[in-house]
């Protein structure tokens, strides 16, 4: 599969799938088990798996570029793929075993979603520092932990966990785990009622006692907070900036449809033909979304040639995301007014899905502290 393949997979997935019940979806809180097994068939869940196990074996671009298309029709479907794409490089990148060379032959072919189990109702955003540690149990650990989000939660086949080291002595000290569904003591813990990404199941998850054996530690004791950083964070900071884009670009095709679309009848005009500040707001909205969309195609090139400065590309890509998709989205409700007010449009679904990002951690405000802390050479942990 070439970067236009899974393009074209993921554009066929978002007209035919997503975009026809993205609006009753959001309404119900409907996670879309139709989306996942479309992702599935298509080969797209196995998109950066090396070929030897029967992924795609592509990289940060085609990632991008798939999950802005899945975006622009349901930003809901691109988190539960972020979240997946995500988990699956974590366990791609874990310690060689057997066990992982068969789960990665199940998601390259479509049959297992996964996600990732950071957050924690103790450390809330801070999700390098859980609060859960993992007990010696036999060969393995036992782990107890109230996971307070948790995208598919319920849906996903399996789920990367963080928890403390058992030997842990500081507050990163943590190992990541692989915790299948149906796990004795997993359980989701409550629903998922969210502003917006409501057909993400982004519910909380209880380990109550959950056994986990030895070999389903994905990271050496005390090696899970380097891969959240080196692993997880480029990934996922790429991929809300890439679901931020999609929806940018859905509420710019959005508000161009309305205002050529409505008319002013006693006027004989359309909205867009008859006021200069709607063709202004619009244009702006423009600006602002190819601004993203090239300071998203820097950071690719950062993440494909290494440097000094991509740590820093890293972390201003998703905080500028985060920004420009709220105010991309709230100059639409502006422009469409109360037709957007009155949910007459998919406007208002954009809006709601657009302030997801900027608190999903690292949120915008953690990564503007870690962005001014390594300007001025100050430790960020
Ligand atoms: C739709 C959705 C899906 C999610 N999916 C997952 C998932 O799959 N897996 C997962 O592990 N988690 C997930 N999360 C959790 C998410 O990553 C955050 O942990 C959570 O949103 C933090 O919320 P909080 O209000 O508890 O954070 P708090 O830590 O209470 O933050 C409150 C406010 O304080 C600010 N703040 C916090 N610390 C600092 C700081 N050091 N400097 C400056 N400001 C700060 C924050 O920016 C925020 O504005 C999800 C969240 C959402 C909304």
Known sequence: MTNDEATLKAREIASNVLAPAAAANDTA????????????????????????????????????????????????????????????????????????????????????????????????SHFWAPISRAQPNGDGVHINAKKSWVTSAGFAQSYVVSALAPKGTGPTDSTLYFVPAGTPGLSVAGPWDGLGLRA????????????????????????????????????????????????????????????????????????????????????TMQIDTDGLSARIDDLIDHLEKPRETTVLRVLETKAAAGDAAISVTATAMRVCGGAAFSKHLSIERLFRDAHAGAVMAPTGDVLREFIGKSLLGIPLF
């Open 200 to 283: 993400n199941a982004s519910a909380p998850v209880a380990l109550d006692d959950c056994s986990v054996a030895s070999d389903a530690q994905l990271t050496d004791d005390g090696a899970g907070f380097p891969a959240m950083l080196n692993v997880v964070l480029p990934l996922f900071n790429l991929g809300t900036a890439a679901v931020a884009l999609g929806l940018c670009r859905a509420a710019v095709a959005g508000t161009a449809s309305h205002l050529t679309s409505a008319k002013f009848e006693h006027l004989g005009q359309s909205l867009g033909e008859s006021l200069p500040t709607l063709r202004a707001q619009l244009a």
């Open 29 to 124: 809180g409907r996670f879309s088990m139709e989306a996942v097994t479309s992702l599935g068939e298509s080969g797209l869940l196995g998109l950066l798996l090396p070929g030897d196990v029967g992924g795609a074996g592509l990289g940060p671009r085609a990632f991008a570029d798939v999950t802005t298309t899945l975006a622009e029709a349901d930003a809901s479907v691109a988190m539960v793929y972020v979240m997946h794409i995500c988990a699956t490089s974590t366990i791609a990148a874990a310690r060689p075993s057997d066990r992982w060379t068969a789960v990665l032959h199940d998601i390259a072919a479509g049959r297992h979603l996964s996600t990732l189990a950071f957050s924690e109702a103790g450390s809330r």
